[in-house]
C-alpha cells in the first residue's frame, strides 16, 4: 500500500486551503530575508564567531529551497471542484486496494524532514562556536550533536510514513526519534545554562545564552506536537472512509502546517539571530572593532 500523509484524505475549502498555501510561503520567504540578515551581519562579529554565522546562511539557503518545495507540493498536489465548492486530491474517498494502486502526486511533509536532515546538525553545531569551550569539550558535542540530531531526523522521517493505517510503526519510529530529541535537549541545556554562567562570557551575552535555551525548548517542542497529530486528530485505525467522508479535520492539517512553520521560523531564523547577537556582545567585549568601521567614521 502507498504511504501517504493525512493531509491527502481531507477536503478542504477555500480559506483553509488558503490559509496553508499562504503560511508555507510565510515560511520560505522568511527564510530568504533572513539569509540577506545573515549574510550583511557576518562582518559585525569576530572572525572566530564567523562560522555561526557561515552556518546560519547554509540554514537559509536549505530551508528556502526545500521549502519552496513544500509549497509547490501543496499547490499541485490538490485541485480545486466547483460542484462541492472544495480542494480535493485523486485520493479521497478511494479504499486502501484503490490506494494502493493510484500514483498521482501527493503533498507530503517529506520535504520538511530531507530540510531538517540538513539543518538540525548545523543548528546544533553553530552554537559551539560561540560558547566558551575546550577544544576536547566541542569536538565531543559536535560528534554527540552530529549523530543525535541525524538520528532523530532519519528515525521521524521513517515514521510519518506511517501515519494513516497501522498506527504500530509510527509510534515506534517515533518513539525511537523522542529518544534522540531527548538527548538532543539535554545536552543543549548543559551547554546554554552552562554558558548563561560562564565567568568568561560578558553579561549581556550571558542573558542572551539563557534566553536561546528557552526559545530552543519551546521551539523544538513544537515538532512532536505536530508529529502527533494524526492521533489527535483521528482515533480510527482505516485509512479513509470509501464513502469519501473526511477522517481528518481541515483545521487540523492549518493547525499542524502553521505549528510546523512556526517551529521552522522560531528555532533557525530567531535562533541564529540571537547567536549572532551573543557574538556581537562578545566581539564588542573583545574590542572587536567591525571590519570598515574606521573609514566610514573618518570619511
Do not use: C
Not at 493525512?6 to 522568511?30: C, K, R, W
Not at 460542484?83 to 474517498?93: D, K
Not at 546544533?124 to 538520528?151: A, K, P
Request: aromatic share 14%; glycine share 6%; proline share 4%.
Amino acid at each position: 500500500m502507498i504511504q501517504l500523509s493525512m493531509e491527502n484524505f481531507v477536503q478542504y475549502s477555500p480559506m483553509a486551503f488558503d490559509m496553508v498555501s499562504h503560511i508555507l510561503t510565510l515560511g520560505f520567504a522568511v527564510m530568504l530575508a533572513a539569509l540577506l540578515y545573515f549574510v550583511l551581519t557576518i562582518r559585525t562579529v569576530a572572525p572566530r564567531y564567523r562560522i555561526s554565522s557561515v552556518l546560519s546562511v547554509v540554514v537559509m539557503v536549505s530551508a528556502f529551497l526545500i521549502l519552496l518545495a513544500q509549497a509547490q507540493s501543496w499547490q499541485n498536489a490538490f485541485t480545486y471542484n466547483p460542484s462541492t465548492g472544495l480542494y480535493t486530491s485523486p485520493y479521497v474517498g478511494l479504499t486502501e486496494a484503490a490506494v494502493a494502486t493510484a500514483v498521482p502526486l501527493a503533498f507530503t511533509n517529506g520535504f520538511r524532514y530531507l530540510n531538517w536532515l540538513i539543518d538540525v546538525p548545523m543548528l546544533l553545531i553553530q552554537i559551539l562556536f560561540v560558547v566558551e569551550l575546550t577544544r576536547q569539550e566541542r569536538n565531543r558535542l559536535l560528534i554527540r550533536f552530529s549523530f543525535s540530531g541525524t538520528m532523530m531526523i532519519v528515525t521521524g522521517y521513517i515514521g510519518q510514513f506511517y501515519e494513516v493505517g497501522n498506527r504500530t510503526p509510527f509510534l515506534i519510529w517515533g518513539a525511537i526519534s523522542t529518544a534522540f530529541f531527548i538527548d538532543v535537549l539535554w545536552q543543549m541545556r548543559g551547554l546554554l545554562i552552562g554558558a548563561a554562567k560562564d565567568n568568561r562570557i560578558p553579561a549581556n551575552a550571558q542573558a542572551v545564552f539563557k534566553n536561546i535555551w528557552w526559545l530552543f525548548l519551546v521551539s523544538w517542542m513544537l515538532y512532536p506536537g505536530a508529529y502527533l497529530a494524526p492521533l489527535v486528530l483521528d482515533g480510527a485505525a482505516t485509512l479513509v472512509n470509501p464513502a469519501g467522508a473526511n477522517t481528518w479535520s481541515e483545521i487540523g492539517v492549518v493547525a499542524r502546517q502553521i505549528t510546523y512553520t512556526v517551529a521552522d521560523i522560531t528555532s533557525k531564523v530567531f535562533y541564529g539571530v540571537m547567536l549572532t547577537v551573543a557574538a556581537q556582545y562578545r566581539s564588542e567585549a573583545e574590542g572587536y572593532v567591525m571590519e570598515g568601521a574606521s573609514e566610514v567614521a573618518t570619511a
